[in-house]
């Protein structure tokens, strides 16, 4: 299953996922589905004004299976 959503999360709010204070990250799809995933998985997407863009979240029988994103 694929889920698409954007997000835009400044250094700061992203702090505590990268800290491993707060482990898991919920967003919202476009189509109005909320999903939960780890947030160890956007890290590679941090950069020095945080975390941004569209994102694809493929998943498989629910559990993670990619994240990419889509564009800026």
Do not use: W
Request: with cysteine; net charge positive.
């Amino acid at each position: 299953m694929k889920y698409y959503f954007s997000i835009n999360m400044s250094t700061q709010q992203y702090l505590p996922y990268y800290q491993g204070k707060v482990h898991s990250i919920v967003v919202t799809s476009n189509h109005g589905k909320r999903i939960q995933f780890p947030a160890m998985h956007l890290r590679k997407f941090l950069t020095s004004t945080g975390v941004s863009g569209f994102f694809c979240l493929e998943t498989e029988n629910n559990k993670f299976k990619s994240l990419h994103r889509i564009s800026d």
